[in-house]
């Protein structure tokens, strides 16, 4: 299985929003609605963010909220805070259970 | 509380064997699917494999099969990571993380693994 694919980097500005998209294949995101986001800001542990595609664990802000289209997945953050400041990770079942992530975006916050 | 909780930092010889550990807490153990990611120094998260404490029931992403092994003991509520010959390309951060709702949600700290002559 490939990597997903994430664009490198985005950027917003405070109080913006933004949208982190994740392209897989008919295999993994357009095959299940097994998509899961990830937050890991430097040095520390990864944390759900969203997982089915558009649910949000308790805890998590509801600014943050997901989507899928075809093959393609969407993070979106809305009133964009220091904070989210990090790298997301996306990541898809692709059956057998078994997973893959995508390369990671690197967010920041202007 | 939930919990997962990883054993220390290795430090290995090129050729070494080495073992580490994920101990659950806070919830039955044998009911829920471990699974294994890496991450490389300065790099993104890699999916590894997974296993389910209750009957062992292994899967690996076709990236880690044969060069890893993931084992489990449910008596210990424990779930492992082992190499038979480490290599310097296997220093990494290796976390274990627990599989609910087709998702990850509660990982462990990471335990770093450096590999080096």
């Known amino acids: 299985q490939s990597a997903l694919s994430q664009p490198r980097s985005v950027s917003g500005s405070s109080g913006q929003s933004v949208t982190i998209s994740c392209t897989g294949t008919?295999?993994?995101?357009?095959?299940?609605?097994?998509v899961s986001w990830y937050q890991q800001h430097p040095g520390k542990v990864p944390r759900l963010m969203i997982y089915d595609v558009n649910k949000r664990p308790s805890g998590v802000p509801d600014r943050f909220s997901g989507s899928k289209s075809g093959n393609t997945a969407s993070l979106s953050i809305s009133g964009l805070q220091t904070e989210d400041e990090a790298e997301y990770y996306c990541c898809s079942y692709v059956g057998r259970y078994i997973w893959v992530f995508g390369g990671g975006t690197k967010l920041t916050v202007l | 509380e939930v919990q997962l909780v990883q054993s220390g930092a290795e430090v290995k010889k090129p050729g070494e064997s080495l073992k580490i550990s994920c101990k659950g807490s806070g919830y039955t153990f044998a009911d829920y699917y471990i699974a294994w990611v890496r991450q490389m120094p300065g790099k993104g998260l890699e999916w590894m494999g997974v296993i389910r404490p209750g009957d062992s029931d292994t899967r690996y992403s076709p990236s880690f099969q044969g060069q890893v092994t993931i084992s489990a003991d449910k008596s210990l509520s424990t779930a492992y990571l082992q190499w038979t010959s480490t290599k310097a390309s296997d220093t990494a951060i290796y976390y274990c993380?627990?599989?609910?709702?087709?998702?990850?949600?509660?990982w462990g700290q990471g335990t770093l693994v450096a590999v080096s002559s």
């Open positions: 008919t295999s993994d995101v357009g095959a299940y609605n097994y």
């Open positions: 993380a627990r599989t609910a709702d087709n998702a990850l949600g509660i």
